[in-house]
């Protein structure tokens, strides 16, 4: 049974992340669909977790330093 949950989790992770790389060239948003695909895969593959992790971190950043805040935003 968990065998069949990490399979799953891979296919719709993995279709999510594919759909989200075509939204960068094509109409929709992309910067939603892949952290999601991100998320869910997430949940069974610890590299998804911490790539996940990093570019939050580096969203973060961009955004205090465009707004030029101290603030930490979550």
Do not use: C, H
């Amino acid at each position: 049974m968990k065998g069949l949950r990490k399979a799953v989790v891979l296919v719709v992770g993995v279709t999510l992340l594919l759909v989200g790389a075509a939204m960068i060239v094509l109409p929709g948003p992309a910067t939603v669909v892949i952290p999601l695909g991100l998320a869910i895969l997430g949940a069974e593959f610890i590299w998804a977790q911490r790539l996940l992790n990093y570019i939050l971190t580096k969203a973060r950043t961009m955004l205090r330093w465009l707004t030029g805040s101290a603030v930490y935003v979550d």
